[in-house]
């Protein structure tokens, strides 16, 4: 069964970051599960974070700009052809993790036919997957344009400012009506004691679900003790648990 996790949030807030520590953690604790990543933020960041090829992304197919690597097959259906398509913007990062990356997303009302068969590859494709990580651009409503993919699990990474809190309800607002059975969670970046004790009156909010915290650091990012933080939060995520 694949287990879904989308990371959401506003720009700036160290997603892309935190998406990086997560994978770390499902590579330690689940060595032999298969994990997609997919790139759903404008910005591209997590797909350039592994020195990858962006000009290769799910819009290009739809749009018909996308070179392919070898020559496109004769005799295919159109959905045949998408799913050929999407198969060949795949990027393997190690032996059990690829990457695909979307870019723009087209609106549901759209009548063209592509629309709906990109929609339908990457549902197949999911599935073929134990973990997929979405790095996705804000909102979940954006994830939805692109695919209808059952979400277990939806964080949102908040610097630990009380705006940039404020603005995560909002997102979490926007976003629960897409999240699997409201299962949406906030975690807060770049947090020191002093700036914790000053959302205290705002994290007894209803809509604050606060999953944890990672410290901020002085100097370089420090990827081991943000996945150490995310371990720690890992049993609360309504994800799969066996290997941990």
Same mark, same amino acid.
């Given at each position: 069964?694949?287990?879904?996790?989308?990371?959401? +949030?506003?720009?700036?807030?160290?997603?892309?970051?935190?998406?990086?520590?997560?994978?770390?953690?499902?590579?330690? !604790?689940?060595?032999?599960?298969?994990?997609?990543?997919?790139? &759903?933020?404008?910005?591209?960041?997590?797909?350039?974070?592994?020195?990858?090829?962006?000009? &290769? =992304?799910?819009?290009?197919? $739809?749009?018909?700009?996308?070179?392919? $690597?070898?020559?496109?097959?004769?005799?295919?259906?159109?959905?045949?052809?998408?799913?050929?398509?999407?198969?060949?913007?795949?990027?393997?990062?190690?032996?059990?993790?690829?990457?695909?990356?979307?870019?723009?997303?087209?609106?549901?009302?759209?009548?063209?036919?592509? =629309?709906?068969?990109?929609?339908?590859?990457?549902?197949?494709?999911?599935?073929?997957?134990?973990?997929?990580?979405?790095?996705?651009?804000?909102?979940?409503?954006?994830?939805?344009?692109?695919?209808?993919?059952?979400?277990?699990?939806?964080?949102?990474?908040?610097?630990?400012?009380?705006?940039?809190?404020?603005?995560?309800?909002?997102?979490?607002?926007?976003?629960?009506?897409?999240?699997?059975?409201?299962?949406?969670?906030?975690?807060?970046?770049?947090? =020191?004691?002093?700036?914790?004790?000053?959302? &205290?009156?705002?994290?007894? !909010?209803?809509?604050?679900?606060?999953? +944890?915290?990672?410290?901020?650091?002085?100097?370089?990012?420090?990827?081991?003790?943000?996945?150490?933080?995310?371990? &720690?939060?890992?049993?609360?995520?309504?994800?799969?648990?066996?290997?941990?």
């Amino acid at each position: 069964m694949t287990s879904t996790i989308a990371f959401i +949030g506003k720009s700036g807030s160290g997603k892309t970051t935190v998406v990086r520590s997560f994978l770390k953690l499902i590579r330690k !604790n689940f060595s032999k599960s298969s994990i997609l990543l997919v790139d &759903n933020d404008l910005s591209l960041e997590l797909s350039q974070s592994f020195d990858i090829n962006t000009k &290769n =992304t799910i819009y290009g197919v $739809k749009s018909g700009k996308h070179e392919y $690597k070898t020559g496109i097959p004769e005799g295919m259906s159109k959905q045949e052809f998408i799913d050929w398509a999407l198969e060949d913007i795949i990027v393997s990062i190690d032996e059990n993790t690829d990457i695909i990356a979307s870019w723009l997303v087209t609106p549901k009302d759209c009548k063209c036919p592509s =629309t709906k068969q990109v929609r339908d590859s990457l549902s197949k494709l999911i599935l073929r997957y134990d973990f997929v990580i979405f790095d996705c651009e804000y909102d979940l409503k954006y994830l939805n344009l692109l695919v209808e993919a059952k979400i277990d699990e939806a964080i949102i990474v908040s610097n630990c400012k009380k705006q940039d809190f404020l603005h995560a309800l909002k997102i979490a607002q926007i976003s629960k009506k897409f999240a699997h059975e409201g299962q949406l969670d906030i975690i807060l970046n770049k947090t =020191t004691k002093e700036k914790l004790n000053s959302l &205290n009156d705002v994290l007894n !909010n209803e809509e604050a679900h606060l999953l +944890g915290v990672i410290e901020e650091f002085e100097n370089d990012i420090d990827y081991e003790a943000i996945t150490r933080s995310l371990e &720690n939060m890992y049993p609360r995520m309504n994800l799969e648990q066996n290997e941990m």
